[in-house]
Antibody, heavy 118, light 107 residues
Framework: QVQLMQSGAEVKPPGSSVRVSCEASGGTFSNFSFTWVRQAPGHGLEWMGRIIPNVDITTYSQKFRGRVTVTADQSTRTAYMELRRLKSEDSAFYYC???????????WGQGTLVTVSS | SYELTQPPSVSVSPGQTASITCSGDKLRNKNICWYQQKPGQSPLLVIYEDNKRPSGIPDRFSGSTSGDTATLTISGTQAMDEADYYCQTWDSSTSVVFGGGARLTVL
């Protein structure tokens, strides 16, 4: 059974950066992509970007391009999402998930709450 | 950018059939997924490739697409089905696109 375990909640000041990790256990790691989705409290799901670890290819939402970087470490089966130049509007739950591109997103992490506040 | 449109809310009586729609340009040519999200939980895949159910999803959940509208149907709706439902697809550049979500209320 695939499990995705994310890092804990973060409180960050405006203008700083946050890095969220996502460790995969069970199943294969490299053959899938790892996608990042955020959800502000009371709002819908918003896709940020993905990485395909075995070819190190990334794709980003136009909204976040230039401000987000997604990476993966195959040796530790961990994906990372870094968001820079944080604003209060970036306060949200951030989810990593396993994606088979153009087919489904089948496993989700538990979410990491990022609060941007001075 | 590609957009998916869902009604913000849908209501259904227990035991009845709930239908949640999702519309988008040329949606019939795209793979559609549906996710259920209950308060405080991560999304759960309930339908993929328009009408397939992952293992463990009850057969009262089904999906269909006609023209530019996809529909998630929940037959014999139960109180436990009360949740937010999101449709999702991929645009021409393989970016993930979500609908705005529909809150299903079981009255």
């Amino acid at each position: 059974q695939v499990q995705l375990m994310q890092s804990g909640a973060e409180v960050k000041p405006p203008g700083s950066s946050v890095r969220v990790s996502c460790e995969a256990s069970g199943g294969t790691f490299s053959n899938f992509s790892f996608t990042w989705v955020r959800q502000a409290p009371g709002h819908g799901l918003e896709w940020m970007g993905r990485i395909i670890p075995n070819v190190d290819i990334t794709t980003y939402s136009q909204k976040f391009r230039g401000r987000v970087t997604v990476t993966a470490d195959q040796s530790t089966r961990t994906a990372y999402m870094e968001l820079r130049r944080l604003k209060s509007e970036d306060s949200a739950f951030y989810y990593c998930a396993r994606e088979t591109v153009a087919t489904f997103i089948d496993y989700w992490g538990q979410g990491t709450l990022v609060t941007v506040s001075s | 950018s590609y957009e998916l449109t869902q009604p913000p809310s849908v209501s259904v009586s227990p035991g009845q059939t709930a239908s949640i729609t999702c519309s988008g340009d040329k949606l019939r040519n795209k793979n559609i997924c549906w996710y259920q999200q209950k308060p405080g939980q991560s999304p759960l895949l309930v339908i993929y490739e328009d009408n397939k159910r992952p293992s463990g999803i009850p057969d009262r959940f089904s999906g269909s697409t006609s023209g530019d509208t996809a529909t998630l149907t929940i037959s014999g709706t139960q109180a436990m089905d009360e949740a937010d439902y999101y449709c999702q697809t991929w645009d021409s550049s393989t970016s993930v696109v979500f609908g705005g979500g529909a809150r299903l209320t079981v009255l």
